[in-house]
């Protein structure tokens, strides 16, 4: 009759809170252990944490190259109901992203060429457009965008061990997670530490892709370029619909996000700054292309169909090298390269809200630096939106696809825009052409985003384009926040200068006992005027207290009060509205002294009557009064 | 591809938590709407508020009488798996389990003579065992056994309407939970309030298991006292074992939980207070012995059997009324009528936590009575834990019914034992009677204790062995951690007096602006040499902050302090170690005063740094400064 597993579902809970509650008591031992010594600020600016860009490349490009090991594949995914037929359709849909991928790449570069020292869509916007709009649906779509970036390349990554392992497929979700915790304390642990480490992966990913190419070159030279699966090419598949085919090249485009990674991370680059970013655009532009082109076309020529249980890439390099040694490095490159992928978009996220912050369109929270110089509450919040996707889809990296693409070419097209207006207006040599290359990715991306919204709406893009207007108007909200608070706050330094005035000074006791006579010691050593106040719930306990406070020597006044709700909270608001009428002149202010229990082990809280901090939280949020703690460090 | 039921799920729980938080933010007038206006500490012992012994009757009984609903089943299902031939046993079991609930009465009443103003199985052992133990075994059996009655009569109140309404059948758990917040909410309303609106329900409930056990006799009158449908009486069943029969004994022992109330509540009754508290006993008893008898005689001649999705009272009516008015009557009155029987237990949980929490050996914090007079900790602690036990056994009786019992007759069985003890030591008018009562009782349930102990074992009787000594246990660290601190701040008023001794009083300011204006006087109010301190990231912002204090005329000294981390802690906490070196009077201590604004609305907080509260937990708990919050209210 018991559920036996429930059980053990339960306990696991509790010592999972645990755990967590323990972080969190012990919180810097805990970080110091997990998290690495702390950094200065100026650690920052060194030259040594500085790139080489053959290094910065695949740093700076996991998030761009990765998405080839789900791109192709999320295109072919929607043509999946029409069969084999259907299958040659790889090609010319690859081979629009690949062109779509060299306009934004060119457009990137006018970007990096109008602003050396980098910038990403919501700087250009913001430099561009005197309305904040066009800069926060940029800044917006990004982080959106940053956020199903970590999910879908999480997924995929949990998906492509799968193919190789179908045992874990059931926990695919909660192996997601825990990977997205990894990338939490990493990225904690700071950028630049973790960037040089994370180069190497990425080449053998690389290499790994080419390593299929020329092998799938080699079996078409030995076996044919038409071999027995391949199928047909060109024949018009039935029930082909251009809505189908215009939404398999939305998927299909969710391989190009990431392009914005290495025009917003010009300042992490060597000098030549500039010059060595266009290179790392080059030649990312180059090598992606290849693989995309390479892959689609050996797809094709294996005749590769979509499955549920095994990816395509796992599925081609099977048929190349079988289930050996090669097989499991192209697997786990995989994987970790789509891990890496997330982590950069880690830096991107938290650089990119930090920026906004500043700005005042977000929380200030996310400006904080943590001790190893990453904004932790960034890494923080993009970690669990990132989390809770992925909980919600299942690590289906297929399910996520429609929300995604969608903001990040939002981003591209407000980015070309401002290029645009930036031309007209600075001109410069050759700005025709340039303007010219930023008016056509304009377009381009701008169509685009259109497609992508209109053929992926009801799988998912409307979640998308409901968040993005209830962003930009938190943002905007936020900004006049911060602005009307500025502005109550502003005062003029010559004219108004601090007045110390009157003080009416309240010592909250309990009894007689030592943390009472702590208090009242500083409550006197402020001011011998001070009386004190005792709430009893009772006549008994009051004529108690008075005969103690006799005893006592008096040490100062005593007030009793009588507590009829037995709450603390309401004789001592009446006492204080008293007080204040009675003590009528604008200049005096009232001030309540209580002492609070520190106790030695965090449970024995669970142990001591918080009205202490109750207390005080009431009378802040109610009345204006100053509030003093003395705290009684409990020996035991 | 979308989970679009995931999504209305996170929806839902985003909405719940959104209405969660509104009630604690905006708590007060939440409260007020809810849960009533407050009631006053004198109105706890108002005449008015006492009951007349007919209306405690069913308030009182609605634990123990309710139980009829589900006892006699618990017991049958035990017997299940040996078919119809085992029917007949139904009225053996009954009748052993009625002797005992005559045995248990007569031995309660005892305890009422003995402590004519009444108390538990807690306030009996405590007075006659020197050590805690036997007063602790008897209080937390009791407290984790109330959880158990609360879990188990929503369950079944569940069930019972579940079985008129399939269709519920599936949010089974979901509903008895919502049943659990209603009750928490009509708890922390008070408790005498909702007692008279409630003995109604109890009188239809009683009336209607009257009704069907006449209404059976009727029928037997007619139809014959064997019908088609009765098994045959007396013959052994195939695979019975002794086991099995003190199985279903121990489960059927289920129906005899709740005798405890009436003996705990003796001061709710209207003067003379023992004589109608006995009276409620006897009476109680009657109708209990004669519902249980009538009832399980009629099952067993209509042959009914156990049936997953429909309880044996459900069947037994419609087999009388058909699906009429009068069956809904009955399962109504069902359902309402083991919903009073959890609510009683609230009442019953949260004073006896306040009487253990009164002697120390439970945290302070359940002795707090709320607005309403009702304890509000005990019922919050109830209600979650309940609501829990609800979740992991999915609001199914049968699965709760091992776990169920024990902790009652453990009860019964110290009670028992100290009432004993108690005739020996104080003897009286016959006592030698009162003793064989209660010595016989208290063998009677120390058997039954093991036997359900025993035969309930594995099916989750384990997990109340288990939380048992943990619960006591903790009692014990409780009151040891509570002696320890009266000890350590114990002072002889005579001797230790306050003594005003030196301050250094320092200012935290982060600019120049009106909330450090603010800050600023009030220092200076209290002490003329206070000394600002500001902590900045980099030399910019400290050499600007330099020149605004200039500008303001430099009010008092101010002391900038780089912070190469980022963080103020760091070098604000090497600032005070500094100057405990220095100042280094055993008498002098450190003052730090800080601002802290004070939001409009809550969601404001999320824009404000919320340093100045990491700030002062951090220096409350790790140094010994006292800190001051100036709040500055913000207008916008």
Redesign the interface.
């Known amino acids: ?3 036996h597993t ?2 053990i579902e ?1 306990v696991l809970v509790v010592i999972a809170l645990f755990v967590m509650w323990y972080a969190v008591v012990n919180f810097s031992t805990f970080k110091r252990v997990v998290i690495g010594r ?5 650690e920052l600016h060194e030259q040594h944490n500085k790139l080489f860009w053959l290094i910065a490349l695949p740093i700076l490009s996991a998030d761009l190259y990765s998405s080839v090991a789900y791109g192709p594949e999320a295109g072919l995914t929607e043509l999946a109901s029409l069969g084999k037929s259907a299958l040659w359709l790889v090609i010319p849909i690859t081979a629009a992203s690949v062109i779509l991928l060299f306009i934004l790449i060119l457009s990137y570069i006018m970007g990096i060429i109008a602003y050396p020292s980098g910038g990403g869509a919501y700087s250009i916007a913001k430099d561009n457009f005197k309305k904040p709009w066009a800069s926060l649906v940029a800044s917006s779509s990004l982080l959106v965008d940053y956020i199903l970036t970590v999910a879908v390349s999480v997924s995929a990554g949990i998906q492509a061990v799968a193919s190789a392992y179908p045992v874990i497929k059931p926990y695919s979700a909660s192996l997601a997670i825990c990977c997205v915790l990894l990338l939490v304390i990493v990225n904690l642990r700071g950028v630049a530490e973790s960037a040089t480490i994370f180069a190497w992966p990425t080449f053998v990913f690389m290499g790994s892709m080419i390593t299929i190419i020329i092998a799938g070159f080699f079996n078409e030279f030995a076996h044919g370029f038409v071999q027995p699966e391949t199928p047909s090419f060109g024949t018009i598949p039935g029930g082909i619909t251009i809505l189908l085919i215009l939404k398999a090249f939305s998927s299909a485009c969710s391989a190009l996000t990431g392009i914005e990674t290495i025009s917003n991370a010009v300042p992490i680059f060597r000098e030549p700054q500039q010059r060595s970013a266009i290179k790392t655009y080059i030649a990312l532009g180059t090598v992606t292309a290849v693989t995309l082109l390479g892959y689609a076309y050996h797809l094709y020529v294996q005749g590769i169909e979509v499955r549920e249980d095994e990816t395509m890439l796992s599925q081609l390099a099977e048929q190349y090298f079988g289930h050996g040694i090669v097989y499991q490095i192209i697997i786990w490159s995989t994987f970790i390269v789509l891990i890496l992928a997330a982590n950069s978009t880690f830096t991107g996220f938290s650089q990119l809200s930090a920026i906004v912050a500043q700005d005042s369109f977000l ?3 996310f400006t ?4 190893r110089l990453g904004y932790s509450n960034g890494i923080m919040f993009l970690a669990g939106a990132a989390a ?1 996707l992925i909980a ?3 690590a ?1 990296t ?2 996520l696809i ?1 929300l995604y693409a969608i903001g990040v070419f939002l981003s591209f097209t407000i980015a070309q825009a401002g290029l645009c207006k930036r031309w007209m207006k600075v001109k410069g040599s050759m700005w025709k052409v340039k303007l010219a290359i930023n008016l056509f990715g304009f377009i381009v991306t701008a169509v685009v985003t259109a497609v992508v919204a209109f053929t992926k709406f009801l ?2 893009a409307w ?1 998308v384009l409901v968040i993005l207007p209830l962003l930009i108007s938190f943002s905007i909200m ?1 900004k006049r ?2 602005d ?2 500025a502005a ?4 003029d ?2 004219e ?8 009416v000074t309240i010592v909250l006791v309990s009894g ?4 009472v ?1 702590h208090t ?3 409550a ?5 005027r001070a009386v004190a106040v005792y709430v009893g ?2 006549d008994e306990s009051i004529d108690k207290m008075k005969l ?1 406070w006799e ?3 008096e ?2 006044k005593l007030v009793t009060l009588r507590g ?4 603390i909270l309401a004789p001592l608001s009446r006492f204080i509205d008293r007080l204040e009428i009675n003590e009528c002149q604008s200049s005096s ?1 009232i ?1 309540i002294i209580m002492p ?1 229990f ?1 106790t030695k082990k965090w449970w ?1 809280n ?5 009205s202490a901090l109750l207390i ?1 939280a009431w009378f ?2 109610n009345k ?8 009684y ?4």
């Open positions: 009759m018991i559920h429930r059980i339960v702390p950094m200065r600020s100026r929380p200030r929270a904080n630096r943590g001790d809770l919600i889809f299942h289906q297929n399910s429609p799988e998912g979640i936020v926040h911060y009307k608070i109550e706050l502003r005062i330094p010559k108004t200068r601090p007045q110390p005035h009157d003080l007689v006992h030592r943390a006579l009242v010691s500083f006197q050593s402020l001011d011998s719930f009772d103690k005893e006592w020597g040490p100062c009829e709700f037995r709450s202010s001030h609070q520190v024995h669970l142990l001591h009557n918080q005080r802040l949020r204006d009064v100053v509030i003093t703690t003395v705290p460090h409990l020996q035991k």
